[in-house]
């Protein structure tokens, strides 16, 4: 059974620092991974999707790395602003016909102005 | 365009009701999937359908149903409803169920309150 930890739990960092969000994953036969944030009380905004076959991303101030072997992704943020305050999830794909996704447990970041 | 619109957007039932969310997919997305999100379990899948068939299956029990329609529309319903039921219900749609290099786009979502 897939399992998806994403740590820390909660992060502050003063505004205009780089930061790094980290996601592990127990199986590494996955499709794809796919990074999200999510304000207080609102939907999922898709951030990033790598599919198995790369190792990065980038969106803007965001690079997202995968390592399939090692079960893990991280989220860098460059430049922290206070609007990149928020909850990062990371979501996996197990294999292609499985519609699931598996969602870490989050990432509450706090960027302090 | 439009993204994934989700209504009601809030909705308050008693125990032992049933209710019924709806979800309207992105234009040209065949693939919606839903999903509950609790403080204590976090986001969980509930089902995936394409072409009006479901494909995929959490593990809820059978008092959470869905269904698809021929414009891809979908709802979803919850019957005898318990107070653990309340949650956000978020939908998601994709054009093919996620393949390539598409990933989910999900809706704001439907917060469900049981009292």
């Known amino acids: 059974k897939q399992e998806v930890t994403q740590i820390p739990a909660a992060l502050s960092v003063p505004e205009g620092e780089n930061l790094v969000l980290n996601c592990s994953f127990t199986?590494?036969?996955?499709?794809?991974l796919q990074w999200f944030r999510q304000d207080p009380g609102k939907g999922l905004t898709s951030l990033l999707l790598?599919?198995?076959?790369?190792r990065e991303q980038t969106s803007g101030r965001l690079n997202a790395s995968l390592d399939k072997s090692s079960g893990r992704s991280t989220l860098y943020i460059a430049a922290s602003q206070p609007g990149d305050s928020a909850t990062y999830l990371c979501?996996?794909?197990?294999?292609?016909?499985?519609?699931?996704?598996?969602f870490g447990t989050g990432t509450r970041l706090t960027i302090i102005p | 365009k439009a993204g994934v619109t989700q209504t009601p957007r809030y909705l308050i039932k008693t125990r032992g009701q049933q209710v019924t969310l709806s979800c309207s997919p992105i234009s040209g997305h065949r693939s919606v999937s839903w999903y509950q999100q609790t403080p204590g379990q976090g986001l969980q899948f509930l089902f995936e359908y394409f072409s009006e068939t479901q494909r995929n299956k959490g593990n809820f029990p059978g008092r959470f149903s869905g269904r698809q329609f021929s414009n891809s529309r979908s709802e979803m319903n919850v019957s005898t409803l318990e107070l653990g039921d309340s949650a956000l219900y978020l939908c998601a749609s994709s054009p093919i169920g996620g393949q390539g290099a598409y990933g989910y786009t999900f809706g704001s979502g439907t917060r469900l309150t049981v009292v």
């Open positions: 199986d590494s036969a996955i499709y794809n």
């Open positions: 790598i599919q198995s076959s790369q």
């Open positions: 979501a996996v794909r197990e294999n292609f016909g499985n519609e699931k996704l598996t």
